[in-house]
């Protein structure tokens, strides 16, 4: 069930950064967790980041804090911002959200549990 609009992905050298935003959809239940998530070329569907409705949130341990995950309530946006990108950092990045539950760690790898999804947007970054 595709709800969200991801933008903001496009192609830039290693070091550059990139900032994704995500719109359309807003969770109507006051708890809720909203993700980004990448498919890299060849590889499965991976989380990336989570924030939930009072802003804790988690990443994946690989990205060295380089990436920060925010959320404009009154505009209805995340926002995934990407510095120090890496050839590694190639995928295509999809927004997320579940309803009626707060985040934790393990649901970047629960994708299941994520009921609303955007259609993606593409990242290349070359070396």
């Known amino acids: 069930q595709t709800r969200f609009e991801e933008s903001g992905g496009g192609s830039v050298q290693a070091g550059g950064s990139l900032r994704l935003s995500c719109t359309g959809f807003?969770?109507?239940?006051?708890?809720?967790?909203l993700g980004w998530f990448r498919r890299s070329p060849g590889q499965e569907l991976k989380g990336v980041a989570l924030i939930e409705q009072d802003d804790d949130f988690y990443y994946d341990y690989d990205l060295d804090g380089r990436f920060t995950i925010s959320q404009d309530v009154a505009k209805r946006t995340i926002y995934l911002q990407m510095n120090n990108l890496k050839p590694d950092d190639t995928a295509k990045y999809y927004c997320?959200?579940?309803?009626?539950?707060?985040?934790?760690?393990?649901?970047?790898?629960?994708?299941?549990?994520?009921?609303?999804w955007g259609q993606g947007t593409q990242v290349t970054v070359s070396s």
């Open positions: 807003w969770p109507a239940q006051t708890d809720y967790c």
């Open positions: 997320a959200a579940e309803e009626g539950s707060w985040c934790y760690r393990r649901k970047l790898e629960e994708l299941d549990a994520f009921g609303f």
